[in-house]
């Protein structure tokens, strides 16, 4: 009965722990509740092995970007890249970069401005995109509510039984 316990404890904490970290990466990618930081899915490769197709992203808003940073940011079509700065020109006296995904062959088509940055990358949780993404279908909300019911209620018929047996064994 205690080991059954401490695994049910066990999976309750890692259970709870990711959908905490799960719902914090949702909030902080909608929103800028933590002044300058801000998390994103990565939704393909081009960024391989640096970052992975699935990994979350937390990026920082900075005032200056350099070579090598891996920078977010945003394109004419208001499309969202992450990609890494490779070299800083001046054009017409306006500081442009020229940006590359560290698997695409080519650098980008376009140069990014500061003005399109959202900020350099400085975190990266792996795979944790996958996990969000099925908490949003219907069956991953579903099993969001339905197992930390049935982790309560085990753990409630648990407790149950166990102080029902030690009440028995008084009254013996």
Not at 9 to 24: G, R, T
Not at 31 to 50: A, C, H, K, V, W
Not at 118 to 131: D, E, M, N, S, T
Request: hydrophobic fraction near 45%; glycine fraction near 6%.
């Amino acid at each position: 009965m205690k080991i059954i316990k401490i695994i049910l404890d066990s999976v309750s904490y890692v259970f709870y722990f990711l959908l905490i970290l799960v719902a914090f990466f949702t909030i902080t990618s909608n929103s800028s509740l933590l002044g300058n930081y801000q998390s994103f899915l990565i939704r393909s490769g081009s960024m391989e092995p640096t970052i992975m197709t699935g990994d979350v992203i937390l990026i920082k808003t900075m005032k200056t970007y350099g070579e090598k940073d891996v920078i977010t940011f945003k394109e004419q079509n208001d499309r969202i890249v992450t990609h890494r700065i490779l070299k800083e020109i001046e054009k017409s006296g306006e500081i442009t970069f020229i940006t590359k995904g560290d698997a695409n062959r080519s650098i980008d088509n376009d140069d990014v401005v500061p003005t399109q940055i959202l900020g350099k990358v400085v975190f990266i949780v792996p795979k944790l995109g996958f996990l969000a993404t099925f908490v949003h279908t219907p069956l991953g909300l579903m099993l969001t509510i339905i197992i930390p019911a049935l982790l309560i209620i085990i753990d409630r018929i648990l407790k149950i039984t166990s102080s029902t047996s030690t009440t028995n064994r008084l009254y013996r």
